[in-house]
């Protein structure tokens, strides 16, 4: 699991030092992957993400906050939609 995270925030720092002309390097990468912002990351999705209920909500403002801090624009979109959780179905 920390290999993925590591792997994640390497692409995360990459696409920011991009948006902001750089181009990222290796010792860059390394100086900007914190440990402790990886774990904190991983405890903010660490929730019940079902589509549409409040832990999703959770994880996506988690996420805007981070792309603000990064300076990375964005748009959130928040779709209206109906959801259903289904206990079983079958087919005749």
């Known amino acids: 699991m920390k290999s993925i995270a590591a792997a994640a ?3 995360l720092v990459a696409a920011v030092a991009l948006v902001h002309g750089q ?3 290796v010792d860059s990468l390394q100086r900007a992957v914190s440990i402790a912002e990886i ?3 991983l405890d903010a ?3 019940d993400r079902t589509s549409g209920q409040e832990g999703e909500r959770r994880a996506a403002d988690y996420l805007i906050q981070k792309l603000t801090e990064y300076g ?4 959130r979109y928040d779709a209206r939609i109906y959801m259903s959780w289904p206990v079983s179905a079958e087919l005749r």
Do not use: M, N
């Open 9 to 11: 925030a390497g692409v």
């Open 23 to 25: 181009q990222p390097g």
């Open 39 to 41: 774990q904190k990351t």
């Open 45 to 47: 999705f660490d929730i």
């Open 72 to 75: 990375v624009k964005h748009t």
